[in-house]
């Protein structure tokens, strides 16, 4: 892209067709003829106005920045501008980059102000947003990244785009990975001043053609973008009177379980054998592709018959040697926990530093299911415990965890590296010198002692004398003579290098990790945190929180650390419910900031996150209060996005099944219909559809809802033509193809006031790795109050249960007293 800029200014008119993705595309009129311009009273900038963090921060530049409303695009209609699009993050590197070198650049900010209509869009307050333009780049480049720049006609139809362009003066130290890699083509890096100075004269000098070649890539976007919506209209359903969930469950669809072993087969091929992980860099941590793995491990044998045992066994390794190489990792921070997201290495030495809550969130369950499958296969010596507690300190507690009760949505990469520092740097508060690293480690220890500990520490974490980063993956010279921390070698190669006892390297290791981490919480400037509660980012967290706080209760392993957890869950739910929720409108919102709920509704995302961690939160703690929240904010999400087969397709609803990021019609900010879009691919998040099919056979086999079931089937039958073409990219909603063919147990457990044996069972229940469907339902021994009320009247068979104390499975509509066999998921038994 960048070289075709590069080409004579006749030719850069064409460079429209290969822009980045626009919410325009929901608009198919024929191309808008040029209107004439009004001249108006210069803008001012608007970013003050908002309450998000990184929108804030553009108050300070010379942009003359607008926000993404209705607002912005009259203007840009009446003054005839191209609307140029900011799209980034706080905790991205390449966002404060362009901040600092671009947008605080007099020159650059006078060319925006001048030629155009600047918006900027913080891209966790509108994922929908982004989604449409990340696309595009995908259609123009094939890779996309952060920051995302755009040019728009002022109906919103993309002319140009693409990520990260280096300011004046530093074109040629530009790192492309960024913005997910080179396209191969040999050229100097070009500016994003030349980027302006093109596009505004490709407006003034063909603004027609500009047009013309913006409405051509709307067309080419929709075709682009259409997952979810090119399967047969009207999946199949059960036919005649009998609706049961058995016949459901066994009515034949395209989609088996021999997907499984295609998707196996392929990730295979991409999987990196030596450091882990699939794909080059940016190296991005893909948490549901290992859970997928991991899980087949753990299906039933029906599916090890299809796969094959040594490949079932295969793909568990390639999950377990990625998750030791990950946590050994720089992405890991050996001091306090968390991880980054991505590195810029094939070897996950050097990471993209910035932390993002819900990505931890998803380690922290994918670190708990490994856990506990080393637990059931080697229970002398179970693996990840360390990660699993590391992880869920740091997501449960300050900063990350609020004083309001809900949690953050990300730590930046950039900070100051020292206290009264003017300058930021990336990765300033995780990096270490090796004269630093030998005053803080050695410091307080007699001589000899000292050391020691200062040359095991050292060859433990690779601290090196000129640091530990190669130049060349280092081109702004900001890592020199600077080591990031990742295990190089464990305590068995330090006791034998330095020949001493295995238990004096673990204390050596241990004391010099509390002293590092002393050290910078004391002097170094702690990133920079964006508050926003977000809901989905707060879903993801609570459930992996809720889940890992009752395996680690009822396992007897910590049951302090584990009711802290789930208390930390409860309480980021309770601040959900009442401060993002109108119960009278049944209207979820998406964003807290800064003590005030924002206007912008929930997508649907937030409510697929939301009720998969109540549904956690249920399981952990039995409050049936949380089940009738997830039931109600379910119903919500099918009325609000759902693509139902049962309505006529228009051009915003395909029929197909699934559900659409966005609900139908015009976009509240703006009043333009942007490109509605379905999701179904998991990249670092797991696919919404994905999550909302798995949410709906849960929720299906608790309540009893054959509905649910159904609709879980509709979603999975919605990216059938894509699934059987690229299996692989598909992993969550391949999990659920085994839910909707096998189905699974659903126990039922009559408490007793006071613990009982039926203890050991619920406990043998929350301690099995996540695979397969099965569900865990509460009825109380006692008087009954109202939310069981309900739900023995949302789940009628809970009326037949025995009225003694125990653990039931339902089996042919009758319940039966319940063993440990009965938590398998059975190939021949339906819920």
């Known amino acids: 892209m960048a070289a075709q800029l590069q080409q004579a200014s006749e030719a850069a008119s064409s460079q429209s067709s290969s822009a980045t993705t626009s919410p325009g595309a929901g608009v198919t009129t024929a191309p808008t003829a040029p209107a004439p311009a009004v001249k108006t009273s210069p803008l001012r900038n608007r970013a003050a106005d908002s309450n998000s963090p990184y929108v804030r921060a553009q108050a300070e530049t010379l942009v003359h920045w607008q926000l993404f409303d209705n607002e912005a695009i009259q203007h840009a209609k009446k003054e005839n501008k191209p609307i140029f699009l900011h799209i980034g993050f706080l905790a991205c590197h390449y966002c404060?980059?362009?901040?600092?070198?671009?947008?605080?650049?007099?020159?650059?900010?006078?060319?925006?102000?001048?030629?155009?209509?600047?918006?900027?869009?913080?891209?966790?307050?509108?994922?929908?947003?982004?989604?449409?333009?990340?696309?595009?780049?995908?259609?123009?480049?094939?890779?996309?990244?952060?920051?995302?720049?755009?040019?728009?006609?002022?109906?919103?139809?993309?002319?140009?785009?693409?990520?990260?362009?280096?300011?004046?003066?530093?074109?040629?130290?530009?790192?492309e990975e960024h913005a997910g890699g080179d396209d191969g083509e040999e050229y100097e890096p070009i500016g994003f001043l030349g980027v302006l100075e093109k596009l505004r004269q490709s407006w003034s000098e063909r603004e027609a053609q500009c047009r013309t070649e913006a409405q051509e890539t709307v067309v080419q976007l929709r075709k682009f973008a259409a997952e979810g919506t090119l399967g047969p209209r009207g999946p199949p359903r059960p036919g005649g009177a009998d609706s049961s969930t058995a016949t459901i469950l066994s009515h034949e669809f395209d989609l088996d379980i021999d997907q499984l072993d295609e998707a196996y087969t392929q990730l295979k091929k991409t999987f990196d054998p030596v450091n882990g992980g699939f794909g080059v860099v940016p190296k991005f941590v893909t948490p549901a592709k290992y859970s997928f793995l991991l899980q087949l491990g753990s299906f039933p044998s029906v599916v090890q018959d299809i796969v094959g045992e040594a490949e079932?066994?295969?793909?568990?390794?390639?999950?377990?040697?990625?998750?030791?190489?990950?946590?050994?990792?720089?992405?890991?921070?050996?001091?306090?926990?968390?991880?980054?997201?991505?590195?810029?290495?094939?070897?996950?030495?050097?990471?993209?530093?910035?932390?993002?809550?819900?990505?931890?969130?998803?380690?922290?369950?994918?670190?708990?299911?490994a856990w506990l499958y080393s637990l059931r296969t080697n229970p002398a010596?179970?693996?990840?415990?360390?990660?699993?507690?590391?992880?869920?300190?740091?997501?449960?507690?300050?900063?990350?965890?609020?004083?309001?009760?809900?949690?953050?949505?990300?730590?930046?990469?950039?900070?100051?590296?020292?206290?009264?520092?003017?300058?930021?740097?990336?990765?300033?508060?995780?990096?270490?010198?090796?004269?630093?690293?030998?005053?803080?480690?050695?410091?307080?220890?007699?001589?000899?002692?000292?050391?020691?500990d200062v040359r095991v520490a050292a060859a433990h974490w690779n601290v090196l004398q000129d640091g530990n980063v190669?130049?060349?993956?280092?081109?702004?010279?900001?890592?020199?003579?600077?080591?990031?921390?990742?295990?190089?070698?464990?305590?068995?190669?330090?006791?034998?290098?330095?020949?001493?006892?295995?238990?004096?390297?673990?204390?050596?290791?241990?004391?010099?990790?509390?002293?590092?981490?002393?050290?910078?919480?004391?002097?170094?400037?702690?990133?920079?945190?964006?508050?926003?509660v977000v809901v989905a980012g707060n879903g993801i967290v609570i459930g992996a929180l809720a889940r890992t706080g009752a395996a680690l209760k009822m396992s007897g392993q910590n049951a302090t650390a584990g009711s802290k957890y789930i208390a930390a869950a409860r309480e980021a739910a309770v601040f959900l419910l009442s401060n993002l929720w109108d119960a009278e409108e049944k209207q979820l919102y998406r964003l807290f900031v800064s003590s005030t709920r924002e206007r912008l509704l929930a997508l649907a995302e937030d409510y697929a996150y939301l009720v998969e961690g109540l549904i956690e939160l249920y399981e952990a703690t039995g409050e049936t209060s949380w089940l009738q929240w997830a039931d109600e904010l379910q119903k919500q999400q099918i009325a609000l996005f759902y693509d139902s087969p049962n309505e006529p397709s228009t051009p915003s609803h395909s029929s197909s099944g699934g559900f659409y990021r966005t609900r139908q019609g015009p976009d509240l900010a703006t009043g333009v219909e942007l490109l509605r879009l379905k999701d179904g691919m998991d990249t670092t998040l797991p696919a919404t559809n994905a999550v909302a099919a798995s949410n709906l056979f849960r929720l299906g086999?608790?309540?009893?809802?054959?509905?649910?079931?159904?609709?879980?089937?509709?979603?999975?039958?919605?990216?059938?033509?894509?699934?059987?073409?690229?299996?692989?990219?598909?992993?969550?909603?391949?999990?659920?193809?085994?839910?909707?063919?096998?189905?699974g147990p659903q126990i039922a457990v009559v408490e007793a006031v006071e613990p009982t044996t039926v203890d050991n069972l619920v406990a043998a229940y929350l301690q099995k790795p996540r695979a397969g469907l099965r569900s865990l339902v509460y009825v109380s021994g006692k008087e009954r109050d109202s939310s069981e009320a309900w739900l023995t009247g949302r789940n009628p068979t809970l009326g037949s249960l025995p009225k003694e104390v125990g653990a039931y499975v339902l089996k042919e509509g009758v319940w039966e007293m319940a063993t440990r066999a009965d938590l398998e998921v059975h190939a021949d038994r339906s819920t």
């Open 96 to 175: 404060r980059l362009t901040t600092q070198e671009s947008f605080s650049n007099p020159t650059i900010a006078s060319i925006i102000n001048d030629s155009f209509i600047p918006i900027v869009v913080d891209r966790e307050e509108r994922p929908d947003v982004d989604a449409v333009f990340w696309n595009y780049l995908q259609l123009a480049n094939s890779s996309a990244g952060w920051p995302i720049n755009v040019f728009l006609t002022p109906e919103l139809k993309p002319v140009f785009g693409g990520s990260y362009w280096p300011g004046p003066g530093t074109e040629t130290s530009s790192r």
């Open 312 to 369: 079932m066994a295969s793909t568990v390794q390639m999950a377990l040697y990625t998750l030791r190489k990950l946590r050994n990792s720089a992405l890991h921070d050996h001091l306090a926990g968390g991880f980054g997201r991505a590195s810029h290495t094939i070897n996950w030495t050097l990471p993209h530093f910035e932390k993002l809550i819900p990505d931890n969130g998803l380690l922290l369950s994918l670190y708990l299911d």
């Open 381 to 452: 010596q179970p693996e990840f415990l360390d990660v699993v507690y590391a992880l869920a300190d740091y997501l449960s507690s300050a900063p990350v965890r609020l004083p309001n009760g809900g949690f953050a949505s990300s730590e930046s990469a950039d900070s100051y590296y020292r206290k009264g520092d003017r300058h930021m740097r990336e990765g300033a508060y995780y990096v270490w010198t090796r004269r630093e690293f030998d005053a803080v480690v050695g410091g307080g220890s007699a001589n000899g002692q000292s050391d020691m």
């Open 470 to 532: 190669d130049r060349e993956n280092d081109p702004f010279d900001e890592f020199i003579n600077q080591n990031a921390l990742y295990i190089s070698k464990d305590a068995s190669e330090l006791a034998r290098q330095f020949n001493i006892p295995h238990e004096n390297v673990d204390r050596i290791t241990g004391k010099a990790q509390k002293k590092l981490a002393a050290y910078r919480e004391k002097e170094r400037v702690r990133p920079q945190l964006d508050g926003k």
């Open 701 to 743: 086999s608790l309540l009893a809802d054959t509905t649910y079931t159904q609709l879980a089937r509709e979603t999975i039958h919605a990216f059938e033509a894509e699934i059987l073409q690229h299996s692989w990219l598909f992993p969550g909603l391949l999990a659920q193809v085994v839910s909707a063919q096998l189905g």
